[in-house]
């Protein structure tokens, strides 16, 4: 009976196993089978090096969106990532229990907050005071970049804390038995152990900048050219697509589904830099 029992959960492990693995490989085919021709009629150099996105013309140039998506990626992993490493660095090594309590219920619950919702603030919120302090319309560069950096907190947060609590007690301890203090301890010696762990919560926090919609949607500007200044509008790629693909047809409907191609190979793309900066790192 336990091996049946084993063996019937055995294929149902692999049976999920197989079901993810499909589900990329038909997203991946769905992508593909529909973007590559699109840029075929469009011309892969037209595409993604042109600055102008007119549909109405058949112009279809995704450059200002290009630039526009690592901005504010860019943007927000400077201000999340500090925030989020050292936020962790805190609750696993710093915090008093009482107050680790409520802090991790508060991580938690961010992450649960609809991107609407973060759409909403930085709407009511960041975008006035963009706008009152610092300059231009406040739908811009800087604010979709603090909203991101808002809302990748708690995946670099989380996993960086779970990985940084991973690394073995005695190498703390032994750190502690060489001379060094408690602050020394943790940021030279458990911190450069955990870095693996860390770096992989910082490629989801990428992952999270780069894929978000709603909330850059409503704080960004889509202005369909290339930023001039933190203040001046910006259109992602992502939001290029869930703006015009409501009315879409023909071409302009396939160039879409281009630009979510270039969207999963930016992705694909930081998921291998990650993978060779691990194995680099394990081989040092």
Known sequence: MKNFK??????VFLITALVSVAAVVLICVFLFANGIPAIGKIGVFKFLLGTEWRPENDIY????MIIGSIYVAAGALIIGVPVGVLCAVFMAGFCPKPIYKVLKAGIDLMAGIPSVVYGFFGLVVIVPFVRENIGGR????????VLLGLMILPTVISVAESNIRAVPESYYEGALALGAS????????????????VLAGIVLGIGRAI????????????QTIIPESITSGVRTLTTNIVLEMGYSTDLHREALIATGVVLFVFILLINLAFSALKRRSGKA
């Open 61 to 64: 140039g995704i450059l200002p």
């Open 182 to 197: 408690h602050e020394r301890s943790f940021f030279f010696i458990v911190l450069p152990a955990a870095k693996s762990g």
């Open 211 to 222: 894929g978000e919609t709603m909330a850059v949607k409503m704080v960004a500007g889509n």
């Open 138 to 145: 406040g739908f811009s560069v800087l604010t979709a970049s």
């Open 6 to 11: 084993e063996k019937a959960m055995h294929i």
